[in-house]
């Protein structure tokens, strides 16, 4: 099927939309994609490749504390420590810590959106409701989500630590680096 | 709150984030929104206009007909003028007929994104199922999920001509166009 | 439109019914149930009564036809009937026919209220949406849900109709005079 | 357990109560609006005034503690306190404690119904619980559900304070008192 | 882990367990997998091979049509015929026509069990709904719920007919002899 | 309605099924209900005798604690003698004590399947979770879900433990020997 567009163009948007591909156009596209991450999970990092192909830089914030999980396994420092061994191969990711509100935050980069995974109902639930706080608060910054890989979509860094404390496997859910974190922190709680 | 980057970038980083600021980068972003747009309602509008600060080009893609709406109350040349009228003022966006494949249309249009509105749970449901065989067919193209203002939440096409076939005023839910179309469609049909 | 009572009105509800409004306090409380009652269910007359413990009087209303139920197996007078027959006992309630938006027929009846019965997930969804777009049209109605007997939670009329079809008993389902109506319809139809 | 009313009536108010109960119809119409309101936010505000617009008495009961929010961030006593200045120009509210089983209260007060907000789906299935729960101990109480403003529907008292606590203004979530409470009590808490 | 049994078993009890180990115990399980299979895919070739696990025999009953898919796109002789095709390998599976009420075959077979798979959450409110209205007209059948493997969890009949009828390929979604009739059958149409 | 088998079954195929019917065909069908049990209700009663209907043996699994109920009012000990004395009647049951991960203990005592109660929305999202973390570890191991009796749907152990904690009567919700533990273990700790 050839894409064909339904309105002629107008010889100004012809200029334009020629405009539009040969220069910088907007500045560099930048999103913000904030958790806890207590570790990052598969399911995080899928999250994490997809919305590098669509934005030019992608900041992973980890939160110092968040209103759904108020003690981490792990501090904010190993959290972060994690999630660079996990993302040393993607490009155009940074982490940073985010110790307040995200919209100052996204505000303060300059990023255009925000990006959520979103996994199941109630998940979309607590989403909405973030995404349109953030909205009242920050209108220009746009929330996107995204859905991660369907295996993935049950996933959860509680679920992970749960099973990781009750002795379980959890190599199909974290990478290298969160399962090695997770038996090292297991064993000195221990 | 200072945007920090808690990994000090490497040498190379540096050089690949700055190349990024200063060159073409990636071609031009072109998102694809589907739809059959029954007619288009505000809530619809406010989706396009938020996709537009994201993408460097939308392409509304207006469905013959789709797996939801069996049967449309306007023709598709109909729905397509309808939303030229209410797209008048919003750049970026051209519109276009759908009679395919969305995916193989998105791939011929070079698209990397395809562009939906969430509403409600029902809606969350059906619109994951329609990403997960989307991406089963195509990987490269990614689905992503805004979120209309809230008002607009629960607005649909299907209660907007239910209203209007009753007599009740659509002002609040539809362009000035469709308003005007539904008028003239309905009262042809009586 | 006129809001029509189905009933004739006895002399003694006349009285109750003039005292009621020129009395002080708040005017008589008069809410609206609105459905396609296509038949009526155990579910509905549930949610009847307990409507009728809140409001001064009830209004059934029985649609025309609605979006949800487009093509309905009783005629609107068939459906009259047998709610007529099932709500014999039950003062407070009269039947009428609504056929035009159902705002504008509560505003003419000057209620206060439209009663919904929350049946689960999808309704929720449903009825929220209807709800909104009735209160962007008419904001001094409030629409007001009620929880039906966890029994009924999962009891709708489509199913009856298709139980019946396939020839299964729906004496647990419906009252005893749209169990006869269900059987002489259906029999005809064979 | 006695209900105990929070704000002195006037002697208007109590001639006007006295004929509401010695008046024919029904005796006046008395609904419990229970919650712990940590703080109030427009969300619980709007549907105190659908509410009001319904029954002829509201009583907003303050819960001591319940079993979402195990602990409160204000106590009772500053919780109620912001309430009365926030419901100050609303007409037929009381804001009553609330230190027992909902059920006993309401019946105790002679409440006919117990009103409910519904915001989104986590929320209908925990209020369905409750209000079966209810049900089965005090079969003549209803609960009913009143959908509050959309703008409203995503907001919580959880995500306001998680907001203040980070810095964040919350002045277009909870009414003037509200803010100012929650400034000083944070402040303290630094 | 050792498998503990807490409480210690009464001499009867041990004896009636050692007689459950080396008797033919219950009858042949029987369960009931109902549908319309319009055509087969693989979350139902899943769920039936889940299903052939946990019971000694699995009827795959065809409905002649359902309340769900009014109009099949195939005859239920090839539903049936595919299906046949598709479950070649499959011990234990023998596929029936359902043409009346699903519990009453169920129960001429001998039933124990109705099996269902569960994929979303629409699908969770319609599966409850069927299954309660099951259970009231024959308590003695359980309804099952089994989940497919999550990468079918979002997989449909009605999707995989649409995207067939737009030419897309649906090799990955059901097995080659559904593809193979589709394709026949799309070709007839056009 | 009779049961047809719409396939011819071969001589192979019968010989099969006739085996089936005489020898003792798979080993004893063994599933675990796991659950933290604190204490149990009605709604959990329900599930185990459903259960029994479908297997020869079910062990109750009594977790030490997990992740939903971080900290129980009853100790382990205690939960497992209220479970004893509510199960006294029940046949094929045994109790046991889970204190390590779920898919180790089923594997452990030969299970096929993992059992559980489905209430309502956010249950199924919680329980998917779980199955599907479950299957990843352990694939072999079916988790099966049972819908309790409608009445029961919205019951939790939370709930009544709440209710009796603000003195209300439970008896409804859980076995009498649960009414006389909670009542027991609050008078101890008020």
């Given at each position: ?42 399911g995080?990092?899928?999250v ?67 990006v959520r995974g979103l996994r199941a109902v109630?998940d979309f639930e607590f989403e909405f ?15 996107i989500f995204l859905m991660p890989?369907?295996?993935?979509t ?37």
């Amino acid at each position: 099927m050839k894409c064909q567009a339904n309105r002629k163009p107008s010889p100004t948007e012809n200029r334009e939309l020629r405009t539009a591909n040969c220069e910088p156009l907007t500045a560099m596209r930048l999103a913000i994609y904030p958790g806890s991450f207590d570790p990052i999970t598969y399911g995080h990092l899928d999250v994490i490749h997809r919305a590098c192909r669509l934005f030019d830089e992608l900041i992973v914030a980890v939160a110092l504390n968040d209103q759904k999980h108020t003690s981490c396994l792990f501090t904010i420092d190993e959290r972060i420590a994690i999630l660079q061994e996990a993302c040393e191969g993607v490009a155009k990711v940074r982490i940073a810590k985010l110790n307040g509100l995200l919209v100052s935050f996204a505000r303060s980069c300059g990023a255009k959106a925000i990006v959520r995974g979103l996994r199941a109902v109630s998940d979309f639930e607590f989403e909405f409701q973030m995404a349109l706080m953030n909205r009242k608060m920050e209108p220009d910054i746009e929330t996107i989500f995204l859905m991660p890989k369907e295996e993935y979509t049950y996933l959860s860094s509680r679920i992970v630590k749960e099973i990781a404390r009750l002795g379980g496997n959890v190599e199909a859910f974290v990478p290298p680096c969160a399962v090695k974190a997770l038996a090292k922190k297991l064993s000195e709680k221990a």
